[in-house]
């Protein structure tokens, strides 16, 4: 068994992707703070970040608020190394997002260093950019200390992957409840394939970008019903802990509020028990009788869109729609595509499918999303 399995006291780690913001969209840094005191003092020690994350500010958000702060010793920090497919982008650029990481952070080295959101549509530039062995020279020269790779694809690769690379110490999956038998994610047989293999995980979305925390009427109703006290991201958060093989689970947190509401049932963790594991049956049941679009809101798709679509709240919308006949539609669509791209506006370049690690069907959910125009 890896020994990086069981050494975070706490087995929540603090998610970096989707910080508090001010009115100006930039990252409330006093309130990040507050919330890193509060998992720090319950003994968390995991953060997780990424050098795309909110365009670098997550990560220097992260020196502002705990590396500035606290001494070395008291957090083991990740980040990750983005090899996207851009114009402007090469194997020296890519590289460099190491260095620019380091002085953006200011931790002095990585605990855990990953390569970023590998899929089908990627993975060559990592392969011809010799990103693989990149990570284990600056390994050698003490500036990470265990590297692997967050993934977003089929088992079968995955399977390729560490079968190639045997000395990955980890790897990052997207697993909660919603996607454990979900083709499109395949949560369960990655897990799998990570144990058969010897690798610990780290898991990611356990909350489903949000989803799971405010999910479907249908299943609040259950979850509520069977505890009414309990968030319904209580529940998602862990059922994902309680998964063996794991390094940790990360939680994006936006507010103090979540903070502590993911403090209160994650410092005293306990597995969920068989008869909470039935209610989870129940939502999981409930969740594939809906027809809502599964989108994260992780922006990969937007990156590249030629006509400036902002897809995922538009996908926002229609889903909120579908949730309450009273949603105010019109209002909340024009707001989100003021000065941007519509749904009718796709041009059905596939850029987007290329980049979603949902696997998701974007052009035929931007056309059913056309109605929301009328």
């Not at 590998?118 to 284990?136: A, C, E, M, P, T």
């Not at 259950?222 to 940790?248: H, Q």
Request: one cysteine or more; proline letters at 6%; a negative charge.
């Amino acid at each position: 068994m890896s020994d990086l399995i069981g050494k975070n006291k706490l087995k929540l780690g603090f998610g970096l992707m989707r910080l508090p913001k001010n009115p100006d969209g930039s990252i409330d840094v006093p309130q990040t703070a507050q919330m890193a005191d509060k998992f720090i003092a319950a003994g968390g020690t995991y953060f997780d970040t990424a050098f795309v994350y909110d365009g670098g500010a997550s990560e220097a958000a992260f020196k502002a608020a705990v590396a500035d702060r606290y001494p070395r010793g008291a957090y083991t920090l990740a980040t990750k190394l983005n090899a996207p497919m851009a114009p402007d982008k090469n194997e020296q650029s890519a590289k460099q997002e190491f260095f620019t990481s380091l002085e953006r952070t200011g931790a002095g080295y990585f605990d855990y260093y990953l390569l970023h959101a590998i899929q089908r549509s990627n993975i060559h530039l990592y392969d011809d950019y010799g990103i693989w062995d990149f990570v284990k020279e600056q390994k050698e020269k003490g500036l990470i200390k265990h590297w692997g790779f967050s993934f977003h694809a089929d088992p079968d690769l995955l399977e390729e992957l560490l079968t190639g690379h045997p000395d990955a110490e980890f790897v990052q999956l997207q697993i909660n409840y919603a996607d454990w038998e979900n083709p499109g994610v395949a949560s369960r047989r990655n897990w799998e394939i990570c144990k058969k293999h010897g690798k610990p995980v780290i898991i990611m979305e356990p909350v489903k970008g949000g989803i799971l925390a405010e999910p479907i009427p249908t299943v609040k109703e259950i979850l509520k019903t069977a505890n009414p006290d309990a968030s319904c991201a209580s529940w998602a958060l862990r059922f994902a802990a309680g998964l063996d093989n794991l390094i940790t689970v990360l939680s994006g947190m936006s507010s103090l509020a979540q903070m502590e509401d993911n403090l209160s049932f994650m410092k005293d963790f306990q597995p969920l028990s068989e008869a909470e594991m039935e209610i989870i049956h129940q939502a999981q049941q409930a969740l594939d009788a809906d027809k809502s679009i599964p989108c994260t809101a992780c922006h990969y798709c937007t990156k590249g869109c030629p006509m400036g679509i902002p897809i995922p709240e538009i996908f926002n919308v229609e889903n909120r729609k579908k949730g309450s006949p009273h949603f105010r539609t019109v209002r909340e669509y024009t707001i989100v595509t003021q000065g941007k791209g519509k749904a009718s506006d796709c041009i059905q370049c596939g850029q987007c499918e290329s980049a979603c690690p949902q696997q998701l069907p974007i052009i035929k959910f931007l056309r059913e999303c056309r109605e929301l125009e009328e």
